[in-house]
């Protein structure tokens, strides 16, 4: 070994909710402004717990699981690996909590007028454009500079 540390990453997942009426969830975080819910695995957590968790604690609501539809690597410190699914509405009402100021449906074109960081933005454009091929992006911040783009298609497609 070269003397480096062991690697060390947090896991973050996240997801595009759709309702009946094709609308895209959003929360408004006291931070980052309006996003995805989304938000850290837990220790000894498994993804899709870590994420109907995440929505329900964020939005008040709960989720169909959909596809797995991007992964990212933000490879700056403290980096992390975001795994975001696509996801249905599956009941429960809209509430702000804790995470969050705000949760709202909104239209695709209101979603992208709304979402404003440029890794939110980036993300948020990447899911709405998901056609079945899991999207990979490794990016550093401050400032955001995307490293790495590269679609993945599943076993079987070219």
Same mark, same amino acid.
């Given at each position: 070994?070269?003397?480096?540390?062991?690697?060390?990453?947090?896991?973050?997942?996240?997801?595009?909710?759709?309702?009946?009426?094709?609308?895209?969830?959003?929360?408004?975080?006291?931070?980052?402004?309006?996003?995805?819910?989304?938000?850290?695995?837990?220790?000894?957590?498994?993804?899709?717990?870590?994420?109907?968790?995440?929505?329900?604690? $964020? +939005? @008040?609501?709960?989720? /169909?699981?959909?596809?797995?539809?991007? %992964?990212?690597?933000? =490879?700056?410190?403290?980096?992390?690996?975001?795994?975001?699914?696509?996801?249905?509405?599956?009941?429960?009402?809209?509430?702000?909590?804790?995470?969050?100021? $705000? +949760? @709202?449906?909104?239209? /695709?074109?209101?979603?992208?007028?709304? %979402?404003?960081?440029? =890794?939110?933005?980036?993300?948020?454009?990447?899911?709405?454009?998901?056609?079945?091929?899991?999207?990979?992006?490794?990016?550093?911040?401050?400032?955001?500079?995307?490293?790495?783009?590269?679609?993945?298609?599943?076993?079987?497609?070219?």
């Amino acid at each position: 070994m070269s003397g480096r540390r062991n690697p060390q990453h947090s896991v973050v997942v996240g997801c595009l909710v759709r309702n009946a009426e094709e609308e895209v969830l959003l929360i408004r975080h006291h931070k980052r402004g309006w996003e995805i819910p989304q938000g850290r695995v837990e220790e000894g957590e498994n993804l899709v717990d870590a994420l109907h968790r995440e929505v329900r604690e $964020e +939005a @008040g609501v709960d989720i /169909e699981l959909g596809p797995l539809a991007a %992964v990212w690597s933000m =490879v700056t410190p403290p980096a992390a690996v975001i795994f975001a699914f696509l996801g249905r509405y599956a009941g429960g009402e809209l509430v702000a909590s804790d995470d969050s100021l $705000e +949760a @709202g449906w909104f239209s /695709e074109a209101e979603a992208a007028e709304k %979402v404003t960081g440029s =890794v939110m933005s980036e993300r948020l454009a990447a899911l709405l454009r998901f056609g079945g091929t899991v999207c990979y992006r490794s990016y550093t911040v401050r400032p955001y500079q995307l490293r790495l783009e590269r679609d993945i298609a599943s076993q079987g497609e070219a």
